[in-house]
Antibody, heavy 117, light 106 residues
Framework: QVQLVESGGGVVQPEKSLKLSCAAS????????MHWVRQAPGKGLEWVAV????????YYTGSVKGRFTISRDNSKNMLYLQMDSLRPEDTAVYFC??????????WGQGTLLTVSS | SYDLTQSPSVSVPPGQTATITCSGD??????ASWYQQKPGQSPLLVIY???KRPSGIPERFSGSNSGNTATLTISGTQTMDEADYYC?????????FGGGTKLTVL
């Protein structure tokens, strides 16, 4: 079955960097666009970024554009999110998710990022 | 940017029908999806492409989308359906979520 496992979260100071990973299994990873979605504590879901199935196209929400970079390694079935110049408002649980038929049909369990001095 | 609006909360007695709405400009021209999220869990897709149920989602969950409003309907609501529900659509390749609706079954 489809499995998405995020890792790399933790506590980081403002203006520092961190890289999240998402290990995918149970499906043909290279065929699907992949997304990062985050959820601040006690808040709703916020879409963050998408990367096309072959890694050729990326899009970002405005608040992270220029600071976050989504990437993937199809040979390793891995999705990444490089986060630079982190801000307290980036504090959230970060989920990776697959895109299928115009929806997010599989989600990981999430990894918590806390940005605090 | 494209915005989706949901009512913050909905309450329904067990066994009754819960209706959760999501509004956006010409939302009916886009596909809408719905996600259920229980405390401490990841979101779960319950409706995609306006009105389709993924495998394993009970038949009591149904969806519609027309004009400016998408609707998630839960017929014969059960206590296990108590959760936050989020609508979602696309602004080009950008994902957009509604603010979420807390469904209370009491």
């Amino acid at each position: 079955q489809v499995q998405l496992v995020e890792s790399g979260g933790g506590v980081v100071q403002p203006e520092k960097s961190l890289k999240l990973s998402c290990a995918a299994s149970g499906f043909t990873f290279s065929k699907y666009a992949m997304h990062w979605v985050r959820q601040a504590p006690g808040k709703g879901l916020e879409w963050v970024a998408v990367i096309s199935h072959d890694g050729s196209t990326e899009y970002y929400t405005g608040s992270v554009k220029g600071r976050f970079t989504i990437s993937r390694d199809n040979s390793k079935n891995m999705l990444y999110l490089q986060m630079d110049s982190l801000r307290p408002e980036d504090t959230a649980v970060y989920f990776c998710a697959t895109q299928n038929q115009a929806s997010f049909d599989n989600w990981g369990q999430g990894t918590l990022l806390t940005v605090s001095s | 940017s494209y915005d989706l609006t949901q009512s913050p909360s909905v309450s329904v007695p067990p066994g009754q029908t819960a209706t959760i709405t999501c509004s956006g400009d010409k939302l009916g021209d886009r596909y809408a999806s719905w996600y259920q999220q229980k405390p401490g869990q990841s979101p779960l897709l319950v409706i995609y492409q306006d009105d389709k149920r993924p495998s394993g989602i009970p038949e009591r969950f149904s969806g519609s989308n027309s004009g400016n409003t998408a609707t998630l309907t839960i017929s014969g609501t059960q206590t296990m359906d108590e959760a936050d529900y989020y609508c979602q659509a696309w602004d080009g390749s950008i994902g957009v979520f509604g603010g979420g609706t807390k469904l209370t079954v009491l």
